[in-house]
């Protein structure tokens, strides 16, 4: 029908006549109350925001010279942290003349991920990230 028909029709029953695909031959419109289907969109929005959930990234910080028990600490802390769904990012922090050791960095931070590969798998491999920090992403299962 032709757009002045629509919008007669749309007058009479004191709806909105709303162009749905202007590039189309002919333009497709619809008839239909506008305000309503903004807020029912904007309620899905709404409805779809409470139903996901936020992953957030926690960090373990090491050092080189870390003992065992310390080490089980932080180990229990990134247990947590993957239990509850969030990632983990393990960073193992150089000081001074530590920065010869890097690779001992590297095996402190493969034993980390040695021991919390039931709880999560390594995402990132241990990098280096600036001058004094070492770092690996672990993902929760």
Do not use: W
């Not at 009479?12 to 969109?41: G, H, S």
């Not at 309620?43 to 080189?64: F, M, P, T, W, Y």
């Amino acid at each position: 029908m032709s757009a002045r028909e629509a919008q007669l029709i749309a007058n009479e029953r004191d709806i909105d006549l709303v162009l749905i695909a202007p590039n189309a031959t002919p333009p497709v419109c619809r008839l239909m109350d506008y305000k309503k289907y903004v807020f029912d969109q904007a309620k899905k929005e709404r409805d779809a925001k409470k139903n996901q959930k936020v992953v957030s990234l926690k960090e373990v910080r090491l050092s080189i010279g870390i003992g065992d028990h310390d080490f089980n600490v932080k180990l229990k802390n990134a247990i947590k942290f993957l239990e509850e769904g969030n990632k983990v990012k393990v960073a193992v922090f150089f000081g001074g003349r530590e920065l010869r050791y890097t690779n001992e960095g590297e095996v402190l931070v493969d034993r980390m991920a040695e021991c919390l590969k039931d709880y999560g798998t390594l995402e990132k491999r241990p990098k280096m990230e600036g001058r004094k920090v070492m770092s690996a992403i672990i993902n929760p299962k």
